[in-house]
């Protein structure tokens, strides 16, 4: 018998955010995070010293599932930015550095919790409201006549991720691809109600990125052998299919649970090779030309499908089976019984391709809403950073059909709504002062602490020692190369705002960010060549930036809330 351990008292700590070390490790996570973000971000490799794979990212989403975090306050975070990303893609750094922002201010100035939560409400309250509004100064709405501010939107995600190694004649390429293939997968006759299609992305790796391209229809990988024996494919016109879910190859794994009766002297291998044949001879007799398998289809069953000219192809995985369904137009057969003719389905053509090294069936459907992005890159880690970033960019526009607007990026939206904050607040507080019920001098400190956060959130995309500055006219960032000299005519040594849209020969003012300024009122129309620039421009996508700014304020006030931490050692 095993010796017993005596159970472990739980350990109990009040005022959890009072710890240094609580600080210090939410310091490190921010730290950690701050490093990747935006375009000249850095990259973290993370590793388990006892051995397994290596990840090296800059995204949040790989960051966030490899980083091991025990401290319950952590978890918090990172489970809230984990839980935004999974419904959203992106905006998992903006989020998390945000939340920890936020956190860390309002420590420093020592007001009760209650007040802090209800006043950081009120302020996410505004941002939301005047981020929805038509007068917002930082959003761009999206004319779909146009590609220009689609692409401009893929093309910011892509540069956002330093880890995909691209060049800019590869982000372009690869922008061009994401947006072809998001406009594959709506259907050409959508009404209100619009059903996307799917994007498959097929692996190439160690190929060059100039040779990714993107197909429509599906791309299902063959071996050499399995092409040369359905080649050549005669028929022309269109090809009846049927799709199988169900093992074919003979074995007793799908049957269920149960004993299986077997007769003395029948053989049970030719009882079921006799019912796969029967099975081939239904489908031959209903003209089918194509059959496709998520499993295995027995030897013979193939040998006798080749005998009467049905090209059959298994081991297609499951990844695939619900666009082929859609593709397709069938329905999984899932027994070896009788099939109904409602089960099949009918494809426009079929054609073998090769790419690199490798070898594809490619089945091209009656009505494309589904497409393969034939995705290349010159190594594994590489190829993996860019299939996430292509998935976060698609994901980005079908986004943005539900919500038709963009929000200006490289942290002019952050600087833009700060200064926007700091006006309302000073010049419009009696609102605030009647629902939460705090003195002028309490809304004030929260909304320092409030702007500094989202302030600090855009000076975070300078990561070589660079100025950052922002202007008294429009609220915009702007950055400055860490060797210009200290007294300079800023006009000389700025070019453009971080998104883009504004000229340093503008008549416009700058001070540092994270100098004291008085409030202003930032200009809140923007001008009717904002979407002739598109092209230029870094947009970040609204849907995801906005929930982003929800999650990080809503996360800290329960981080900022916590009176006791109990933790069960045992």
């Known amino acids: 018998m095993s010796r017993l351990e005596a159970k472990k008292p739980s350990f109990c700590r009040s005022e959890p955010l009072t710890s240094e070390r609580v600080r210090a490790t939410l310091s490190v996570l921010k730290g950690i995070v701050t490093s990747c973000y935006g375009p000249a971000g850095r990259l973290t490799q993370l590793h388990n010293g006892l051995g397994g794979s290596v990840c090296t990212t800059s995204q949040s989403a790989a960051l966030l599932a490899n980083l091991p975090v025990t401290h319950p306050i952590l978890k918090i975070l990172t489970t809230s930015v984990q839980n935004h990303v999974s419904c959203f893609s992106d905006g998992g750094l903006f989020t998390a550095i ?35 509004s038509e007068a917002c100064g930082c959003r761009i709405p999206v004319n779909f006549s146009s590609t220009q501010i689609l692409l401009c939107l893929v093309r910011s995600i892509l540069t956002s991720k330093p880890a995909c190694m691209l060049t800019t004649k590869e982000i372009d390429h690869i922008s061009t691809l994401i947006l072809r293939a998001f406009l594959l997968i709506i259907p050409e006759n959508a009404q209100d109600h619009i059903i996307l299609g799917k994007s498959i992305i097929v692996p190439l790796k160690r190929q060059r990125v100039i040779d990714s ?33 169900v093992s074919l ?20 291998e030719n009882a079921v090779l006799d019912q796969l044949l029967n099975l081939g001879r239904q489908l031959v007799s209903d003209h089918v030309d194509l059959v496709l398998c998520q499993k295995v289809i027995h030897p013979s069953l193939k040998q006798f499908f080749r005998t009467h000219h049905v090209i059959a192809v298994d081991r297609v995985g499951v990844a695939v089976m619900e666009p082929l369904s859609k593709v397709t137009g069938t329905r999984p057969i899932g027994s070896l019984d009788s099939i109904s003719p409602s089960s099949y389905g009918s494809v426009k053509d079929l054609c073998t391709a090769k790419f690199g090294f490798k070898h594809f069936f490619h089945i091209i459907p009656n009505e494309a809403t589904v497409c393969s992005l034939l995705l290349c890159n010159r190594n594994d880690t590489a190829w993996d950073e860019l299939k996430l970033t292509c998935q976060t960019a698609l994901h980005a526009l079908q986004l943005t059909i539900k919500e038709p607007c963009v929000l200006l990026g490289g942290g002019c939206t952050e600087t833009h709504l700060a200064a926007y904050i700091r006006h309302k607040t000073r010049s419009e507080p009696e609102g605030i002062l009647r629902d939460v019920g705090c003195t002028q001098t309490e809304l004030q400190l929260i909304t320092e602490a409030f702007c ?17 500055l922002t202007d008294g006219k429009y609220g915009h960032f702007w950055s400055v190369q860490a060797d210009s000299p200290s007294v300079v005519n800023w006009p000389d040594v700025l070019s453009r705002c971080g998104c883009g849209l504004y000229s340093s020969q503008e008549e416009l003012s700058w001070s540092f960010l994270r100098s004291a300024r008085l409030p202003f009122v930032p200009q809140t129309c923007l001008p009717c060549e904002a979407t002739d620039s598109a092209g230029n421009l870094t947009l970040d996508c609204f849907t995801a930036k906005l929930s982003g700014l929800q999650v990080a304020v809503e996360t800290a006030n329960l981080i900022l809330d916590l009176s006791y931490v109990i933790e069960d050692k045992n």
């Open 98 to 132: 945000l939340c920890c922002n936020l956190v860390e201010n309002v420590q420093r100035i020592g007001l009760t919790p209650t007040t802090v939560i209800k006043l950081n409400k009120q302020l996410l309250s505004l941002c939301t409201s005047y981020l929805k």
């Open 213 to 245: 391209t993107v197909l429509p229809g599906i791309l299902i990988e063959i071996s050499e052998v399995q092409l040369m024996k359905i080649l050549p494919i005669k028929k022309s016109g269109s090809f009846k299919v049927a799709l199988f879910c």
């Open 249 to 268: 190859s003979g074995d007793l794994s799908d049957t269920g649970e149960g004993n299986v009766v077997v007769s003395y002297g029948v053989s049970l």
């Open 452 to 468: 500094s956060a989202l302030e600090s959130l855009a000076g975070s995309l300078e990561h070589d020692g660079g100025e950052v």
